[in-house]
């Protein structure tokens, strides 16, 4: 079981988007407690954390993210957020949530393209 990741998409320069992770069955018991994370991996690149959450909504962000992107996450729905404003370019990539650790399997993850 893993993480569900969506509502990555196309958009310009300076727009902003919200992504999702759905959390469910058996790994549920795994996120609950513990910090939740968003990852992003750009083509070429190795896979860089982006913002952490933890379970009383502590957060952190990359230096790369900070002031323009929002963790955010509920419990009572498993989900945690990710909202992306002010995007750029350099954004560009597939978006995975996971725990701080990565305790669990990787999902599909979700592509957010901003063309230059």
């Known amino acids: 079981v893993q993480p569900v990741e969506s509502g990555g998409g196309l958009v310009q320069a300076g727009g902003s988007l919200r992504v999702s992770c759905r959390v469910s069955?058996?790994?549920?018991?795994?996120?609950?407690?513990?910090?939740c994370a968003w990852y992003r991996q750009a083509p070429g690149k190795q896979r860089e954390l982006v913002a952490t959450?933890?379970?009383?909504?502590?957060?952190n962000y990359a230096d790369s993210v900070k002031g323009r992107f929002t963790i955010t996450r509920d419990n009572a729905v498993k989900k945690v957020y990710l909202q992306m404003n002010s995007l750029k370019p350099e954004d560009t990539a597939v978006y995975y949530c996971?725990?701080?650790?990565?305790?669990?399997?990787w999902g599909q993850g979700t592509q957010v393209t901003v063309p230059s």
């Open positions: 996971n725990t701080d650790t990565g305790d669990v399997s």
């Open positions: 069955g058996i790994i549920t018991s795994v996120f609950n407690p513990k910090t």
């Open positions: 959450i933890t379970r009383l909504s502590n957060t």
